[in-house]
Each structure stands twice: as structure tokens, then as C-alpha cells.
């Protein structure tokens, strides 16, 4: 069995690669958005070997990349365009490094069309991204350029049967053969994020167990969340806090729901991939850490004395300071409120001024739950997520 073969159902190569050849039929060009980082390599591979059975010849498809045409080769690629237009055959390239074209070559990009455009249409190009390139400031290129970007298809991730015929495609190619338990932890774990369902059959297959917490996931993991932009990564980490999404995030928001990396559960969302959701937990946390050193308050390494009230102050280093104990509301209020607190004191007045120091410690990027409720007792610092 070689290494693109059937690693999916037929119906699901279909639709997938159907599109892909339904849209150059139509001497139009595509994007794909891919969310695994190294997904399009793979599914390229694939393609050409799944185009080469059906024997086109009228069509010549071609893997390129467009660093290794560099600004004094442009007429490289130029004639072997030309060399096709002239043996009246079709090419399509299927771009892998379309972000690069973006960041390094924009001016190659209205090229790109012209020749798109030009009376004969025999050109036409796929592009594969890495990130959501709408997302990624590139909305002005994408405005110009409508003929090489007017078909754009997020893929989503795979599928309960998808992925369960992937992994036993990876055991026939590693030769060993999962429990249907060991499949099913894989799923339950990693979901259809592709690229993370191989380290984990790849990791049992060395190690002759399952895990989901090594060297090799981790780096995966890391190469993830550096593929998303810095809007995605705000989204997650606001998932990861509390499944709430501010308003002004809201087309990230309907790309991960796209991508079906996010599902809505009411009026909150969850991140669908466990082992993505531990990760960007365990990012927050990380990053954004609430620390006192000699009575100053700080964020990572930024001090945010100045930036609270004084008595919330007092408060939040008292509670960083007696973190294993429950403080009753009372002494909360003392804290707030100083030593006539009770003068202002009510369950109402003292429940609002918690909430108003939650929604800032929010805006610092920090979770709400700092601030634990311990119904019936007071609060408790929490430096869980």
C-alpha cells in the first residue's frame, strides 16, 4: 500500500478533490485553508496521485513553489507556461507556499492573474494556506486580485469514520495493527486534526503505548497554535478562559465554527479538540500569570500596581499571599472598603465590586476565576483555568 493510497474513505476524496476539479474545469482558481500546518503537503501528494489514475491528458498539473522562483527567474516559470499554452494544454498549479506570494512577492500576484486573464484561459492556480488568509491582512491583495481568489473553502476537520480509516491506513503502513479501544482513545483525543491523529499512531507504534503528552505532541502542538493568527489566538485563549468570544472577534469566531474547531454549546463555546484545548489552557496560564515580588503586582513581566485601585490592590496581594485559603466576604470588604466598610457594606455593593475587578483582571488577559466564589464561605484564589 503506498503512502497516498485510500488514506480516506472514497466518498470523502471525492468531495474533497471533486471541488478542486469542478473549479478548474471552470477555468476558474481556488484557495484552501487548511488547519493542520502540514495537512496541504500531504493532501497535494495525494491529489496528483489520485489525477494521475484518471489519465487527463489534456490537463497538466504541477506541485510548485513559488520561492524557488525568485525575482530574477520570474521568466522561468513565464515559459514553462508559455510552453504548455503552446502544446493547447491546460496547467494548473497547485501553489504550497501561498503565504509566501503574500509576504515576499505581493508583486508577483497581479501577474498571476494577468496571465489568468488572458483570452485563452489555459492557466489556472490552487492555492494551499497554512493560516485563514482573509484573516491575515491580506484583504487588499484579495480585493485587486478576484480571479485568482474567488473560490475560497475552509477544510474542516475530519470526521469520526474519517479519521478511524486514516489510522488503520497508518497501520497498514507502519505494519502493526491498534486495538479498536486504542483507535477510539485517538479519536477522543486528537479528533480530525489530521496532523496530530499521525504523532499519536506514529508515537504508539515506537513506544508500543499510547500517549498524548511527549516531546514530539508538544512541538506538534506548539506549531499549531503558531499557524493561527494573532485574532485566532485571542479567540482560543478567551474559549479557554471562559467559552465567552467578544463581539469584535466575531469573524474569527465563524471561521473556527467553519472549521468546526470551536462548537457552540448555548451561549458559550468549547475548543472541540481535547488535546488542543489542554494546550491553549496550559498557554494562557503560562503567559498570563498574576505575581507579587516585594508587594508589587505583576503580569508576566509587566507591574500592574498603577493600574488597579488601591484597596483591589491590597485585595488581590492578600489573596496571592493566602492562596489555599477561603477569605470571608466580610474581610473581602474591609479590604475594599476600609475600616467603615461596613457603612457601605451589602451583599449587592460587595458582589458588583468583585465583578468590576474580574472584568479587568479579564482585560489584562487574565481568567475571571483568579477570583474564585465559595458560595455560603467568601473567595479563594484560583490560579486554575
Not at 468531495?15 to 484557495?31: D, L, N, Q, T
Not at 495493527?177 to 482513545?185: N, V, Y
Not at 506548539?222 to 471562559?242: M, P, S, Y
Request: one cysteine or more; charged letters at 25%; glycine letters at 4%.
Amino acid at each position: 500500500m503506498g503512502l497516498y493510497d485510500n488514506p480516506f474513505p472514497p466518498e470523502t476524496i471525492q468531495r474533497m478533490f471533486g471541488r478542486w476539479i469542478s473549479i478548474v474545469k471552470r477555468r476558474e482558481c481556488a484557495s484552501v485553508i487548511l488547519l493542520p500546518r502540514s495537512d496541504r503537503h500531504y493532501r497535494i501528494a495525494q491529489f496528483l496521485t489520485y489525477i494521475s489514475k484518471k489519465h487527463d491528458g489534456d490537463t497538466v498539473w504541477v506541485s510548485v513553489s513559488f520561492q524557488s522562483f525568485v525575482t530574477e527567474r520570474w521568466d522561468e516559470f513565464i515559459n514553462q507556461l508559455d510552453a504548455y499554452r503552446v502544446q493547447d494544454k491546460r496547467i494548473v498549479f497547485l501553489v504550497k507556499d501561498a503565504e509566501w506570494l503574500f509576504t515576499a512577492a505581493p508583486h508577483l500576484i497581479t501577474k498571476l492573474q494577468e496571465y489568468v486573464l488572458q483570452p485563452y484561459r489555459q492557466a489556472s492556480f490552487i492555492f494551499f494556506f497554512e493560516k485563514n488568509i482573509p484573516d491575515a491582512g491580506a484583504s487588499d491583495i484579495l480585493s485587486v486580485c478576484p480571479a485568482l481568489f474567488q473560490n475560497m473553502y475552509v477544510q474542516s476537520l475530519y470526521e469520526k469514520e474519517e479519521v478511524f480509516h486514516y489510522i488503520q491506513h497508518l497501520e497498514g503502513l507502519y505494519g502493526f495493527a491498534l486495538t479498536m479501544e486504542e483507535r477510539s482513545e485517538i479519536w477522543n483525543e486528537t479528533r480530525g486534526y489530521i496532523w496530530l491523529t499521525t504523532e499519536a499512531v506514529r508515537h504508539a507504534h515506537e513506544s508500543n503505548h499510547i500517549s498524548f503528552d511527549h516531546p514530539a505532541m508538544q512541538f506538534r502542538l506548539q506549531a499549531v497554535w503558531e499557524g493561527f493568527t494573532q485574532k485566532e489566538q485571542q479567540v482560543l485563549r478567551l474559549v479557554a478562559q471562559n467559552g465567552k468570544i467578544s463581539p469584535e472577534l466575531d469573524e474569527q469566531r465563524k471561521f473556527f465554527l467553519k472549521t468546526k474547531l470551536l462548537s457552540d454549546k448555548g451561549e458559550t463555546y468549547v475548543i472541540t479538540v481535547p488535546i488542543v484545548s489542554r494546550f491553549v489552557k496550559q498557554v494562557v496560564h503560562q503567559s498570563n500569570q498574576l505575581t507579587l515580588d516585594h508587594d508589587s503586582l505583576f503580569i508576566n513581566h509587566g507591574r500592574v500596581d498603577s493600574l488597579i485601585s488601591v484597596r483591589e490592590r491590597v485585595f488581590l496581594v492578600y489573596m496571592l499571599q493566602h492562596k489555599a485559603t477561603t477569605v470571608s466576604r466580610d474581610t473581602v470588604a474591609e479590604m475594599l472598603w476600609g475600616e467603615n466598610w461596613q457603612e457601605q457594606y451589602s451583599d449587592w455593593a460587595l458582589d458588583q465590586a468583585i465583578r468590576r475587578l474580574r472584568n479587568r483582571l479579564e482585560q489584562f488577559g487574565l481568567s475571571k476565576q483568579l477570583i474564585q466564589t465559595v458560595k455560603g464561605k467568601g473567595y479563594r484564589y484560583g490560579d486554575q483555568i
